[in-house]
């Protein structure tokens, strides 16, 4: 399999263990000691691999239980709600399973730390014929187990709320500063640093977190983590936490609007990027009244109008990071 | 005299109105809402029997109410809802013809360029987008003139002869077709999404006209009693039905969605006819339509029936018409409609079997000295979820109750763990505060006495696995998430 980036060292053994090059972030925040414990999907068939892997960094995991897709066409009630993954979850017991089915894994550099965030770290998945939720608290406990804000785990409880609150909406009106460390959106990208919501755009746990993320990526990989500041920087569009793109080479312009090449779907479910044909298009962008206006060589060519009455509430931002 | 659903949607309107003034009053000033408003006011009675002719009200309405049922209004005042309140003054635009003379009005442009006028019957089609500028508009002298803010043009139209008007720009003014009285709207941006207008609907109008006259032929009246206007997405197209003019309208489900309901048949074999005149747009008609089940028209009459004979439903009935109403949820613009099921025929059902399913907590809270004011009603009462039900588990009752601060869950605790032998609501509200305060061995304890009183809960099944869980305990949350183990004796061991 060949990859985006030339990956040495453990990000070669991670990325080769669990065929992906995703998530690699987290592990360097658990390994720095930046985060207590990540959660993880690796393919079943790989988990020897990666458990060797996991052994020579010195660091423990548990496993929750596995995820097979769910075919495009079974109706489950509910899985359309169920964010990132829509799978039918097995009990985990040992057995080989087939290319497509993925372990929940929790890791963590102190068994006990793996074993508080395994209690809470049940994903909504499909048993059966029923999507089987856990109850809201420990969403709370899980945010903790892993280490993120204390201030962004409540956030995020008391604001994720898809069908009546949009959290980034909440968290720009949170913000007195919109700072690029903050800047979670590329998580499902290579570039990913932090992976929580920020409670704010400025703040500063997570600002912390992410320069000491950083910096220990750096001291692995110098060029990998300059380019990942770089995609952190560049300005977002976002309508919602499924419906965001990164504007590559955006600038402000002096008309108030954001000039870029092109945009960068980061929503991590292609089934939700409406926005791609236009942006594609354009070359300036701009937000007013719930509308997003993509202009191309001064020229008005789209008007994408966001809405809050249709089970999902978007609201349409224009990130530009400092 | 105005009908029914005339009547109802004037009330719906003025009521959105006042709770945009009232809980929004600087947003009805930023976005002119309250100028427009005032023209609304100022016109004859009997005007809305012309509005309701064309969609777009009832769109607008149904909207505004979604608007404020999810709070995006207080939330997100400069999102959708100011957009939306700044369409309203595209309304009252369609609407100038009967306004006195004198009246003026201002149309932001907000990147739109269609806009409807005499109700609709006229569409005016600005040749560019704009993010900013405005339409001004006046009636005058029995005419009513468009200003174009932008480009400086001027529309003039003549309102006793409305076929007649002057022109200043490069605008295109279109009129809309009309078959067997039914205007043929498919190009407001609404409900259309349509970008190009189509120059040449004489086909498809005289299909339409065809396929009207053949439906008249086979039952009730159905045109024009139940149409008045069509368009090209369905999900916009609730008013369709909800113009029907029926002599008793069953109680509970909406005229409207209780139309869409009976009359499926007829509107498919409608929209059937459309679609094959190659006009691929009217293709959303069928897909959007296919995705309401037959099962939801056979339920729907039941239901239907049962509020006409006033009886109560079948237990089966009920377990279906629930997993239906979880069915329709996942379909892409069914909230509406779902939403209307669920506040009138949901709730009606529910009523009827409120012993077997709900558990009320209230008395339980308020004895702990818990201020219930501030609780969401769902932590009031448990509706229990049922081992046979497909739906998920409902855990709005913890989830509300994890709002409290820690204290107060230490007070519910010490207050209903000593009687949690004497009733359900009290193992009930030991149960869920010993899990949301960490103490999982006596959640566990107190589940098993919930279980004791109802054994078909699977909020207790369930969060018994997750308190386990957390004691570690994996292969005994395995037996009860995924082998489905709902045996008492299994607990004790």
Redesign the interface.
Known sequence: MSWSWPWTGIFRDLVESRQSELQLAQYVAVLAGVRKALDDWVPASRLDAYRQVLKKLGLHMEIDCLFRPLPQTMHIPGAEAVPTTRAFGMRYQGTSADGATTAHVIVASRSDWAIEALAAAWYSVAVEDRIIRKPLIDHYRFGHALGYPGCCVQFFLNHNDWPRMNTLADAATNSTGICWETNSFPKHTIWMSVFHMPCAFDCAPTRSQTNAVLEAIRDLDRRYAEHIERFMRQPILAASEVLCYALVGGRLTTRGRVAYERPIYLGGDRRHDDYARSLASGDEVAVSDGTIFVWRSGSLIEVLETHCDRGVVEVPLLLIFQ | MPERYERLLALRLIRVAETFEDEAPELVKTSGFLESWSIVESLPPGFLAQAVRQPTLDAWVS?AE??IR???HA??P???????L?DFSRLALSWASLAPDGTKGIV?A???RTFAILFGRVLVRRP????HGELRWEVRSGALRIQDSGSGGILELNLSAWGQWTISVDWEVFQVPIASNILVDLWSPEYTGVHKLPTNTTNLTQALERSLTDLENTGPPFVPSYLRCITVRLRKSKWIAGLGRIEDPPQGLTTAALLEIMHRDRIGRLLEILRTSKKKDLGAFLVTFSDLSSSLVELGAKVAACRQLGTTMDSQYIERWE?LL??L??I??S?VLVQELGESANVQVKKSRLEDLALTLKPILRDAGINIAALPLTVLRLHKTRRRM????D?ST??GL?RLLPDELEVLYRFAAPRAHLSESHACCAAFSA??TSRFSASMDMLRLCLKFDEDVDQYW??WA?AV??L?QRDSF?KI??D?VRNTSFLCD
């Open positions: 909207c979604q608007l999810c709070a995006a939330r997100y400069y999102a959708h809802p100011i957009r939306h700044k932001p907000i990147g739109r560019e987008r704009t993010q997993t979880s069915q949820q996942v892409p613009g909230e497909r739906s998920e588990v855990w913890i989830d994890s899990y949301l369930l969060l997750f869980r957390h570690g395995a998430v995924f489905k």
